[in-house]
């Protein structure tokens, strides 16, 4: 059945709109409404075939499925049991064999500090913490932990009491959008303990030496596998510097006082700015 157009439409249709808007099938269950609101998007040109096409599959989604309709299977398959802990708390969760720990700790654990960003190892968003040790997430399959510990972002701060990585982050504006920034942290608190252990790097000068005290260099390339795209790396070695060598640096910003954000509230006579 094709639609007709009983009523002039909202606005001036194109004869190839016009024509377009015949063609299109009917929508039984959709309702006229539906229809207006196509109607009133025809000045997008395509838009208005692709609002058709996208109404056409919500309906056909809604539809019950034929009888003897082949199905996937949303089954887990080879389910393991994983006893771990998990910032402190023991967990046991029963899944999928392949899952990853990106996934359990998001999806099964709410526990979404940790991100999903390119989700092949490359970024370093999701980087935690196991036994101390900094991991990706993304790369790492769940039924391999078995008692072992998980430390995520959340689990960093004692109480209202932040990590000293996390404070000199706020202080060192070591983030923008802020997306990397718990990756970057777990990577640095990783970092930190590597220092102590004496671990060397591509960069060290000289690995018969045992002194732990890094180098901005040392860090950056230690660091190298978090991705910042907002590109706040001088905040970020700043602060990871100081989490490291204790070394107190000047904060270069402030939150505004209340008589600064007074003084920029005035009206303009058509908004506050």
């Not at 016009?18 to 299109?24: N, P, S, Y």
């Not at 949303?74 to 029963?94: C, D, H, R, S």
């Not at 790369?139 to 004692?158: C, K, M, P």
């Not at 209202?160 to 983030?175: E, M, R, S, W």
């Amino acid at each position: 059945m094709k639609y007709p157009i009983e009523t002039e439409p909202p606005i001036e249709l194109s004869a190839d709109e016009a024509a377009l808007l015949r063609e299109m099938p009917e929508l039984d269950g959709v309702g006229q409404s539906r229809r207006a609101f196509m109607i009133s998007s025809a000045a997008g040109g395509v838009g208005l075939f692709a609002a058709n096409l996208l109404a056409q599959e919500a309906a056909l989604a809604q539809m019950p499925l034929a009888e003897g309709a082949a199905t996937a299977s949303i089954k887990a398959q080879n389910v393991v049991k994983v006893n771990f802990l998990i910032n402190g708390m023991a967990k046991t969760l029963e899944l999928d064999s392949r899952v990853v720990l990106l996934d359990a700790l998001r999806e099964r654990l709410a526990l979404t500090g940790s991100k999903k960003g390119c989700d092949q190892g490359q970024c370093g968003a999701c980087t935690v913490l196991v036994d101390g040790q900094r991991v990706l997430s993304c790369l790492t399959l769940t039924a391999t932990l078995e008692g072992r510990e998980v430390t995520t972002i959340e689990g960093l701060a004692q109480g209202d009491q932040l990590h000293p990585v996390q404070a000199a982050f706020i202080k060192h504006d070591g983030f923008q959008c802020g997306y990397c920034t718990p990756g970057q942290i777990c990577s640095a608190v990783g970092l930190l303990g590597e220092a102590r252990r004496g671990h060397v790097s591509h960069v060290t000068a000289d690995v018969g030496k045992t002194t732990t005290r890094l180098t901005d260099d040392e860090i950056r390339e230690r660091m190298s596998g978090n991705i910042c795209r907002c590109g706040a790396y001088p905040g970020i070695v700043a602060a990871v510097q100081e989490a490291h060598s204790g070394r107190q640096s000047a904060q270069t910003w402030g939150f505004a006082t209340e008589t600064q954000l007074a003084s920029v509230r005035r009206e303009d006579g058509h908004e506050t700015v």
